[in-house]
């Protein structure tokens, strides 16, 4: 009984070792990726939305600050807007940070370009606004690509009625960051 069990086992691991053996012979391996294959530190510092919570999150301001504190990348949040333009901002609307009401994807850049991106951020629970009126902009990953072109990015991808792979794809070959950008999303359809 033992033997015939044996000899099952072993005529159905002898087709997989097959398969196996030939998938490797027609395959070719996967491209070394320098954001994973170079020497990295033992841990890697991300700057969540470029630091929320210490200050206005997904915005120039906040990436300047993690960079001057060191961080190894940044952690960031896209959407698309209704001309097809990539900018940063964590939710789908704009009501809980900025000056201004309404989903991000149904307003221009122009549109987006013109509200205070730090108008509500508070670290003392709404008593002040410290960075209320200080030109603080809701962002373009364009922008960011291009004042930090040696920075690492994880960017998650957030849920839109307008495609965003092929403008995001876009952005990150113009400026040749595709060994730096991990992408991220709850969403399958982006």
């Given at each position: 009984?033992?033997?015939?069990?044996?000899?099952?086992?072993?005529?159905?691991?002898?087709?997989?070792?097959?398969?196996?053996?030939?998938?490797?012979?027609?395959?070719?391996p996967a491209?070394?990726?320098?954001?994973?294959?170079?020497?990295?530190?033992?841990?890697?510092?991300?700057?969540?939305m470029g630091?929320?919570?210490?200050?206005?999150?997904?915005?120039?301001?906040?990436?300047?600050?993690?960079?001057?504190?060191?961080?190894?990348?940044?952690?960031?949040?896209?959407?698309?807007?209704?001309?097809?333009?990539?900018?940063?901002?964590?939710?789908?609307?704009?009501?809980?940070?900025?000056?201004?009401?309404?989903?991000?994807?149904?307003?221009?850049?122009?549109?987006?370009?013109?509200?205070?991106?730090?108008?509500?951020?508070?670290?003392?629970?709404?008593?002040?606004?410290?960075?209320?009126?200080?030109?603080?902009?809701?962002?373009?990953?364009?922008?960011?690509?291009?004042?930090?072109?040696?920075?690492?990015?994880?960017?998650?991808?957030?849920?839109?009625?307008?495609?965003?792979?092929?403008?995001?794809?876009?952005?990150?070959?113009?400026?040749?960051?595709?060994?730096?950008?991990?992408?991220?999303?709850f969403h399958?359809?982006?």
């Amino acid at each position: 009984m033992k033997n015939r069990y044996v000899r099952i086992l072993i005529g159905a691991l002898i087709p997989i070792a097959v398969l196996l053996f030939l998938s490797m012979l027609v395959s070719s391996p996967a491209p070394s990726r320098p954001f994973y294959g170079a020497p990295q530190p033992k841990m890697m510092v991300y700057a969540h939305m470029g630091g929320d919570g210490v200050w206005p999150g997904d915005t120039l301001y906040a990436y300047d600050q993690a960079t001057k504190l060191g961080v190894d990348a940044f952690d960031m949040d896209a959407h698309i807007t209704k001309d097809g333009q990539i900018v940063l901002l964590h939710d789908e609307s704009v009501d809980r940070t900025t000056n201004g009401s309404g989903q991000v994807e149904d307003k221009t850049l122009a549109e987006l370009k013109q509200l205070d991106a730090a108008y509500k951020w508070s670290s003392d629970g709404g008593k002040t606004f410290p960075y209320r009126g200080q030109g603080i902009l809701v962002p373009t990953l364009d922008e960011v690509f291009q004042k930090y072109p040696n920075t690492r990015y994880l960017v998650e991808i957030k849920l839109t009625k307008r495609p965003l792979a092929r403008p995001f794809c876009d952005l990150i070959h113009k400026y040749n960051m595709q060994d730096k950008v991990i992408v991220a999303s709850f969403h399958n359809k982006t």
